[in-house]
């Protein structure tokens, strides 16, 4: 998104703040800017193994390219009857929820006046396969639970940082259902 400022930016934590006020104005003059679709394509490659092609998205009333494709590659560890040769999907899961919740604090922080000088982070999810595998419907097929620890240097406090790290989407997404349409075509 374009700003419109001239003033010398002011940047936090990285974040080049003032173009983070200017995007916060244009949406509240148009709501329709806020509006954005993601997409990816990914092709089964035998066995284990997915790839997934990330071009281009929907944003700020238009269709936008990335400056390259982002390309991933998931499988299997070899007790789950994979090659061991990529992550699997839930790490997959594990790596979006923190790279979402580390980018959503830095932000907010940055809004607020925030310093933060680093951030590392471990995450845990726990997992039944017996839900995965059909034995049992009393057990959830996904994560039943997720653990994440944040080490953050920072004056701020750990509740309030935490509190920052809640806007984000995939934190969204992980704690709260949401309606998943999957339809399969035949060809």
Known sequence: MNTMNTQTPTIRNG?????????????KGNQA???????AGNRWMGGD???????GFYGACEEMQ??????????????LLGADEYPNPVEFVLHALIGCLTTTMVYHAAARGITIDGIESELEGDLDLRGFLGLSDEVRKGFHNVRVTMRVK??????????????????????NSLPV??????C
Do not use: C
């Open 15 to 27: 974040v080049n703040v003032t173009a983070l006020f200017d995007t916060i104005e244009a949406v």
């Open 66 to 79: 990335h400056a390259q494709t982002f390309e991933m590659d998931n499988g299997e560890p070899a007790v």
């Open 154 to 175: 920072s004056t701020a406090s750990a509740a309030a940082l935490r509190e920052l790290a809640k806007y984000s989407p995939v934190y969204d997404i992980v704690s």
């Open 33 to 39: 800017i806020a509006q954005f679709k993601f997409r």
């Open 181 to 186: 349409e999957v339809r399969v075509e035949t």
């Open 49 to 55: 193994h997915n790839h997934t092609t990330v071009k």
